[in-house]
């Protein structure tokens, strides 16, 4: 009997590259500080202000705010 082993090599996974922005609640509560709403910032504003100065994909961390 013969036996054919076939060794898959590991895939090498590349390291994720670290995000440039600040964690999400950091940039939330620079925006609420920022916007100086007396009354509360409103989610869409929030959202435009996060998009505006960090450069972020609102859509896909929309969960997060």
């Given at each position: 009997m013969t036996e054919t082993t076939s060794a898959k090599p590991k895939k090498v996974s590349k390291p994720k590259?670290?995000?440039?922005?600040?964690?999400?609640?950091?940039?939330?509560?620079?925006?609420?500080?920022?916007?100086?709403?007396?009354?509360?910032?409103?989610?869409?504003?929030?959202?435009?202000?996060?998009a505006a100065n960090y450069k972020v994909d609102v859509v896909k961390n929309a969960h997060f705010i």
């Open positions: 590259a670290k995000p440039t922005h600040p964690p999400t609640s950091v940039m939330v509560m620079a925006a609420i500080k920022a916007l100086k709403e007396r009354n509360g910032s409103s989610l869409p504003a929030i959202k435009k202000y996060i």
